[in-house]
């Protein structure tokens, strides 16, 4: 049966009540092994398993099958390539190779003529021990590194099968760089891929295709798989940012995180595509001060009042000069600090603690603290808006009082008056 066709019902079969291991799903867990956790229909059946088994093997939540045709099976630390059972003995890799062959010749991924000619070549197919053959662009290309491993990658490079022009863009590629996104990854989101703008529109399960010709310096790769680059995944999250404040965020991230040097690159990649016009303006606002999402959000708030911080991350010394704690968005003239509050009520007591300690010594050294969290921002922004407004002319109303006192003790001739203003 073409693996294409293949379907599963919900209520086909039950679950069982416990997991299960068929004759054919040590063979197959070796396969999605050396391919990052993934497997083709065909190469599953071609280990020994039957349609039904495989049917068991998701519905029981052992493996899934995020697209059509590709199984996701988790592989633990001794079936990951280069574990301790991989250890190369004497003609081992020779073994391997022509045994891989042959689950690809009976699988009918290769036909028989070409298998014959790759086993004489001895090793044209295997990566070797301690690797893994990629399934990127077809069932096997270059090796990946075994560190590389999560659920989420195996999600990949499922998708990637059978695509060899695909690219993974998008959010997915962002995830897979280390950009902190607020939306948690989640086996419902789709894999982002990106293909050249003459191939197919089919959008298949479990993948969103976008259609685009990518520039060579614009792709890289990442332990065996094609993704945009840092520049080009930033351009893609800004440009599909729902708001300014979402997009901003993007880049403040990417540049505290050191994920492209700086923005040329991004806005580059950028320039000329549909919607960049509306994000001319916000290039120039991002700050890689910045350490969350929150503490943007705050300061571009502030800043559309004309109430910009004038300082973030502001480093608070003692007697001693050292460093005691920093402030996310500053007034240091006014000791002012606004924190972007992020905890929540599975943050850890220890954290909490930590914070009221650091609340306390910020209070004897006469600075005013003001919290406010995601809601605050959401919700309610006037009252964000308007407490650092009053905070802020409070403090210009002292200094003007203190200015006048100054003022009259100095016409009084009273000069040591004067001093001991000044520096209460």
Aim: charged letters at 20%; glycine letters at 8%.
């Amino acid at each position: 049966m073409d693996s294409r066709s293949m379907t599963f019902s919900a209520s086909a079969s039950s679950p069982p009540t416990r997991p299960v291991r068929y004759p054919g799903f040590d063979p197959a867990v070796r396969i999605a092994g050396r391919q990052g956790g993934a497997i083709t229909y065909r190469q599953a059946m071609a280990a020994g398993l039957t349609r039904g088994q495989l049917r068991q093997l998701v519905h029981s939540g052992q493996w899934s099958h995020p697209v059509r045709g590709v199984f996701v099976v988790p592989l633990g630390p001794t079936e990951l390539p280069g574990s301790v059972n991989d250890v190369p003995r004497p003609g081992d890799r020779r073994r391997a190779e022509h045994s891989e062959i042959r689950e690809k010749e009976s699988a009918g991924l290769v036909r028989n003529d070409v298998a014959r000619r790759r086993r004489k070549r001895h090793g044209a197919i295997t990566a070797g021990p301690g690797h893994a053959a990629s399934v990127v662009g077809g069932e096997n290309t270059t090796p990946i590194l075994p560190v590389f491993f999560s659920p989420f990658s195996a999600r990949v490079r499922a998708a990637l099968i059978g695509r060899p022009r695909a690219v993974v863009c998008g959010i997915t590629a962002a995830r897979l760089h280390g950009f902190p996104l607020e939306v948690p990854e989640s086996s419902a989101e789709p894999v982002h891929l990106l293909l050249p703008a003459r191939q197919t529109r089919a959008q298949p399960r479990g993948i969103r295709l976008h259609f685009s010709d990518l520039d060579v310096d614009q792709r890289v790769e990442l332990g065996g798989i094609p993704l945009t680059s840092p520049e080009r995944t930033l351009a893609d999250l800004v440009l599909a940012a729902q708001s300014r404040e979402v997009a901003v965020a993007h880049l403040d991230a990417a540049l505290h995180r050191g994920l492209v040097p700086s923005l040329a690159g991004a806005r580059a990649a950028a320039e000329g595509r549909r919607g960049f016009r509306q994000t001319t303006d916000w290039w120039s606002l991002a700050d890689g001060r910045a350490e969350t999402p929150l503490e943007t959000r705050l300061r571009l708030l502030l800043a559309d009042n004309g109430l910009a911080p004038v300082e973030l991350q502001w480093p608070v010394m003692d007697g001693t000069g050292q460093i005691i704690t920093r402030l996310d968005l500053a007034w240091p003239a006014q000791r002012l600090d606004v924190e972007a509050d992020t905890f929540s009520a599975t943050s850890p007591p220890a954290m909490i603690y930590q914070d009221r300690h650091r609340g306390n010594i910020l209070a004897a050294l006469r600075w005013t603290v003001l919290r406010f969290s995601v809601a605050d921002v959401t919700w309610y922004p006037e009252r964000v808006v308007s407490a650092v407004t009053r905070v802020l002319a409070a403090r210009a109303a002292e200094r003007a009082e203190a200015s006048r006192a100054v003022a009259e003790a100095s016409a009084a001739g009273t000069a040591a008056v004067a001093e001991r203003l000044w520096a209460s």
